[in-house]
């Protein structure tokens, strides 16, 4: 039987691991947002302000760590070489 979708595993796999390490950071840094209280000086202010930024960059970046191994498991697909193909060589002229 022959296979019918040609996959590179080994990108498959890379890709498959990154989108899973992906969610899994997002789901981690979403869960530990700081939220503010009331009667907070401007310093604490300032500090929570800085923490919930670097949050959303961590997010962000996250973000684009699935987006990368979602684009190598599209890769993945047809990524191999098919058996029997054309292998270009380089003819020499005749003299």
């Avoid at 919930?52 to 684009?64: A, C, F, M, P, V």
């Amino acid at each position: 039987m022959s296979e019918l979708v040609l996959v590179n595993k080994k990108i498959l796999i890379g890709g498959l691991a990154m989108l899973v390490i992906g969610i899994i950071l997002t789901v981690s840094i979403s869960a530990s947002m700081p939220a503010g209280q009331t009667g907070m000086t401007e310093e604490e202010i300032i500090d929570l302000m800085i923490v919930q930024q670097e949050n959303k960059d961590y997010n962000t970046l996250s973000g684009i760590l699935i987006g990368i191994g979602f684009l190598l498991v599209l890769i993945s697909f047809g990524a191999r070489r098919r058996k029997g193909s054309v292998i270009k060589k380089e003819k020499k002229p005749a003299e």
